[in-house]
């Protein structure tokens, strides 16, 4: 998928011809750039079912329209104004650079003598960008998230495996296992068979998923006879699904062993571990919240 920056010229040279919807926008888009089925229906992300196709050109048409370049005419449509067909006409690149030349807001400042948004660092950083807003925004996110992963395998670490095996138990409790209060815990401890915890899988406690914990360093990876030992010990309680998670990771042999046997055996490593343990709030807690609006169509529309 092109860049968000070099959409803005196709998006502008798809107005051509008169008022369009945004759907007709991106299929022209599409054609423009030889886009491939793929690209045209790749998502966003899979909790947000919206191509990124039509977000990205809903935001090449927001710089457009700010610039003066494109007008709303009415809900989902769009046309060119008189700036914007004399731009196609000269036949320039259009990306954010040439936009910046028509940006109301630094026309504003600089008439009244007030410090331009080329010269704050962290804006002009968000201008050279390609990506949009949001992206970078999305971006960002997981790069603190990443750093937090890695912090919350390091603190795993330095607890003792006690630790480790409550904490599986209680991130499997948030995650909606364990039925009503008391259904799971911790085992770990002689006579324990070869499993770290028990949880119950519905509220009346009928089925039950027994847990192997191991707080391995990062370079000792659970083997083949790792798994081997936990399907043994889930034959022995008799119970046919089993959750294996380790701080480390595991071996091709191990992932092939937990495939072949004859228990339903689900794998996380330290990474899968981290990202759960951030989704549901288990050993660490929200900091800030941050809160993204956006133009309400409808309230505008409804004055029309």
Not at 78 to 94: A, F, I, K, M, P
Not at 124 to 138: L, S, V
Not at 269 to 294: F, P, W
């Amino acid at each position: 998928m092109p860049s968000f920056n070099k959409l803005l010229g196709p998006v502008l040279k798809a107005h051509q011809g008169g008022e369009k919807h945004v759907q007709e926008i991106c299929d022209e888009v599409a054609q423009i750039l030889n886009l491939t089925e793929e690209e045209k229906r790749a998502l966003v992300s899979s909790s947000r079912r919206i191509t990124k196709l039509r977000y990205r050109v809903g935001w090449a048409k927001t710089y457009l329209s700010n610039t003066g370049l494109i007008k709303s005419t009415r809900r989902g449509y769009s046309d060119l104004t008189s700036r914007g067909q004399e731009v196609l006409q000269s036949n320039v690149e259009v990306d954010r650079k040439f936009l910046k030349q028509f940006d109301p807001l630094r026309e504003f400042k600089e008439s009244e003598g007030k410090k331009s948004d080329d010269q704050n660092e962290s804006l002009e950083i968000a201008q050279e960008d390609d990506d949009i807003p949001e992206e970078i925004i999305e971006r960002n996110i997981k790069a603190i998230n990443e750093t937090l992963e890695q912090a919350l395998l390091t603190r795993i670490q330095a607890e003792d495996p006690q630790f480790f095996e409550n904490l599986i138990v209680d991130l499997l409790k948030a995650m909606g296992y364990g039925g009503r209060e008391g259904m799971g815990g911790a085992i770990g401890k002689p006579g324990d068979r070869g499993v770290d915890g028990v949880i119950d899988q519905d509220v009346l406690g009928v089925d039950k998923i027994y847990c192997q914990a191991k707080r391995y360093a990062p370079e000792n990876k659970v083997s083949g006879a790792d798994i081997r030992d936990f399907s043994g010990a889930l034959n022995l309680h008799g119970v046919t699904k089993g959750i294996f998670v380790t701080t480390s990771s595991f071996t091709p042999d191990a992932r092939a062993t937990a495939k072949n046997v004859n228990q339903n055996i689900i794998l996380i490593n330290g990474q899968e571990l981290a990202e759960l343990m951030i989704r549901y709030s288990v050993g660490c807690q929200k900091d800030k919240t941050y809160e993204i609006k956006k133009i309400d169509e409808d309230y505008f529309d409804s004055s029309i």
